[in-house]
T-cell receptor, first 112, second 114 residues
Framework: GDSVTQMEGPVTLSEEACLTINCTYTATGYPSLFWYVQYPGEGLQLLLKATKADDKGSNKGFEATYRKETTSFHLEKGSVQVSDSAVYFC???????????FGTGTQLKVEL | DTAVSQTPKYLVTQMGNDKSIKCEQNLGHDTMYWYKQDSKKFLKIMFS???????INETVPNRFSPKSPDKAHLNLHINSLELGDSAVYFC?????????????FGSGTRLTVV
């Protein structure tokens, strides 16, 4: 079945540091890939997405590139802020399907 | 505001009770979902309805029963609550095709069974 593997957290960074959260996937067919963010006490919000190989999703300074050859969709940001502290989820859905399969989430803590 | 709204936001109840969580979306989406998030933040799909028809029914105890009176509402009823049911329950909705748009989530209902 489909699955998503994320790096374990928590990830603790200083403000303005570079961020990479690794995400790899296993899927039948060609999935669409998503990153969701969950701020403390809130629901999940769509951060960015990519629907085909080599697409780059970007939003709020975050970006991720759909790499079919390595089955990866790593989340990156060049300079994190304290306000980026949240849990980040990688997810996929295969074409024609409705079910989003999530990774286990990676908690990011950004300190001054 | 256009959104997915859940009520209540917090629910504390005793073991053995029956409770319901309500979800409404005004986005015009055809498909709605219930997810359970455990204490380690792991998200697991429970149910999905498309235009009032059940399309996803994962391995969930039959104490959990979803009800969709119309495509804008999806409620979750839980009978004989157990300690292990304590979690955050998220409602979500989606437009077609899901691979292009993903889901829109509600803000969650934190259920605590004591």
């Amino acid at each position: 079945g489909d699955s998503v593997t994320q790096m374990e957290g928590p990830v603790t960074l200083s403000e303005e540091a570079c961020l990479t959260i690794n995400c790899t996937y296993t899927a039948t067919g060609y999935p669409s890939l998503f990153w969701y963010v969950q701020y403390p006490g809130e629901g999940l919000q769509l951060l960015l997405k990519a629907t085909k190989a080599d697409d780059k999703g970007s939003n709020k300074g975050f970006e991720a590139t759909y790499r079919k050859e390595t089955t990866s969709f790593h989340l990156e940001k060049g300079s994190v802020q304290v306000s980026d502290s949240a849990v980040y989820f990688c997810a996929l859905v295969t074409g024609g399907g409705n079910k989003l399969t999530f990774g286990t989430g990676t908690q990011l803590k950004v300190e001054l | 505001d256009t959104a997915v709204s859940q009520t209540p936001k917090y629910l504390v109840t005793q073991m053995g009770n029956d409770k319901s969580i309500k979800c409404e979306q005004n986005l015009g989406h055809d498909t709605m979902y219930w997810y359970k998030q455990d204490s380690k933040k792991f998200l697991k799909i429970m149910f999905s309805y498309n235009n009032k028809e059940l399309i996803i029914n994962e391995t969930v105890p039959n104490r959990f029963s979803p009800k969709s009176p119309d495509k804008a509402h999806l409620n979750l009823h839980i009978n004989s609550l157990e300690l292990g049911d304590s979690a955050v329950y998220f409602c979500a909705s989606s437009q077609e095709p899901v691979p292009a748009y993903g889901y829109t989530f509600g803000s969650g209902t934190r259920l605590t069974v004591v």
